[in-house]
């Protein structure tokens, strides 16, 4: 079974930074574009960032630009998300995602991606 597993979540206060990681198992991310999703309590799931399958292209939401770094190790097999300056609004479950042909620039629809993780909660606060 393919899967994508996320950790590095947990609680940071606002200021504070987290690095969260995308393992991938049963595939080799090397043939993936990886996408960055999160989803807040009553809230739509959004996507927060992406990378091409080279890594070569990466794209941010405009509420993470200057503060998120996406980035891998298709070496290691895994996708990283490195969050900086953490905002109260940044507090969601996080999830990656994984597709083998995109149109780099659906990227951040999270309709695009045949395969999630589990997620990872990441609360900021005081």
């Known amino acids: 079974q393919l899967q994508l597993v996320e950790s590095g979540g947990g609680l940071v206060q606002p200021g504070g930074s987290l690095r969260l990681s995308c393992a991938a198992s049963?595939?080799?991310?090397?043939?993936?574009?990886i996408g960055w999703f999160r989803q807040a309590p009553g809230k739509e799931r959004e996507g927060v960032s992406c990378i091409s399958s080279r890594g070569g292209s990466t794209r941010y939401a405009d509420s993470v630009k200057g503060r998120f770094t996406i980035s891998r190790d298709n070496a290691k097999n895994t996708v990283y998300l490195q969050m900086n300056s953490l905002k109260p609004e940044d507090t969601a479950i996080y999830y990656c995602?994984?597709?083998?042909?995109?149109?780099?620039?659906?990227?951040?629809?999270?309709?695009?991606?045949?395969?999630w993780g589990q997620g990872t909660q990441v609360t900021v606060s005081s």
């Open positions: 995602a994984a597709v083998k042909a995109l149109l780099f620039n659906l990227c951040v629809l999270s309709s695009e991606y045949d395969y």
């Open positions: 049963g595939f080799t991310l090397v043939n993936y574009a």
